[in-house]
């Protein structure tokens, strides 16, 4: 007897999901409900001329690794890598429900098969969210595009879609909007799910967890632009080892991060662009993270400063069938707002993604063929990261040099 591979237990999922939402939807029908069913079969290679940090076995890219010399002097990081992939295929549903109350009700849930961690070709939920539309406001429960991701993101092939300079992560949250005309307001309080925040346990949703304080959220849009404001409050670690004693300890790191963004839109063209001035942002695949500012010698406790970065990106698209399109991004290592604690002998500890980095910039050029239910597309990308060391006086980098790395992306897209 065959042993289950992923691929058997994929095409197991699919069926239960499509034999769910059959009978669910003949329910439906009846009581009021509408459904709309839509998805997506897309196809990835891509090709890089280095190693890079990156997720997804590098679909999700982020900025090219550093030189790492072996004894001879080459350059270990230098190996050109390449693969294919139809993980970003998805299946989701709309349902628009009956009234409660005075609100209009809707869901969604959406799924692909990126999988976690190292595991691909298993189903992974995308969006899954209910709202009640009272006209004016609006409020949502569920999970749902990171507030900081908003209603502006780059329209580019890569599935960074702008990574690390576009924050990017969906998140479980509760957002009350409130529209009037050309004005809206956003507020929301935001947990940690798929995307989380690193620290001394690496990447966890453990010290959000422990924190007891939710992310929080406040935005104002108009018209073509908006601004928002985003604080992050978390517990690194609730307990120290000091020699062979473990003590009981009281640690909280708690930042603010600012975001600004505008759009235009027309038949033929999209513009856009968003800086953002983040503080340990690496839940929402930012750069930065904080470093030990101090330490407590008795017990061990430690006190932390953040690692500010400023990440900008600019994207234009135009056209209707045949779509060129530019992207740049630009992200600079700000330091720290105190001095790092460096026990003699010893480096400061820092916690994050890029905390190595001085700047990085990155220029592409896409060209995407559009018909209705089809995409086409090949997108070239140039990426330079400055490296160097680490000032621990006020957590800046210093003494760098370049790496740079040449990505090639080809997707087609069936849409239906």
Known sequence: MRP????????????????????????AQMQDFKFKFYGQIRTDFYYNSRANEETVDGLFYMYPK?????????????TPNSNFYTLYSRLGVDVAGPKLGTAKTSAKVEVDFRGT???????????AYLNLDWGKSALLLGQNWHPLFGDVSPQI???????????????PQIRYRYTNKNFQLTGAAVWQSQYTSQGPEG???????????PEFYVGADYKNGGVGIELLSLKPRTESIVNTDKYKVDERITTLSYEAHVKYTNKDWFIAAKSVLGSNLTQASGLGGFGIK??????GEQEYTPIRFSSSWFNVVYGQKWKPGIFVGYAKNLGTSD????????????YGTGTDLNQLVTAGAELTYNVPH???????????????????????IQDTHAVCNNRIVAVAMFMF
Not at 118 to 126: D, E, Q
Not at 339 to 350: H, Q, S, V
């Open 4 to 27: 289950f591979t992923n691929m058997h237990i994929m095409k197991k999922y699919i069926l239960i999901f499509l034999c769910l939402i059959t009978v669910s939807g003949s329910f």
């Open 66 to 78: 550093d030189k790492v010399r072996d004894p001879e002097g080459n350059d270990l990081n230098s």
């Open 117 to 127: 961690g190292t595991s691909y070709s298993v189903i992974r939920l995308r969006h």
């Open 157 to 171: 092939l890569n599935l960074s879609v702008g990574a690390p300079f576009q924050p990017f992560s969906r998140a």
């Open 203 to 213: 990447k966890t949703h453990k010290y959000l967890k422990q924190s007891c304080i």
């Open 294 to 299: 101090s330490v407590n010698e008795q017990t």
């Open 339 to 350: 001095a790092l604690y460096a026990p003699k002998g010893n480096d400061a500890k820092l």
């Open 374 to 396: 089809w995409k086409f597309g090949l997108e070239y990308t140039l990426s330079s990261a400055w490296y160097g060391s680490l000032n621990t006086s006020n957590g800046k």
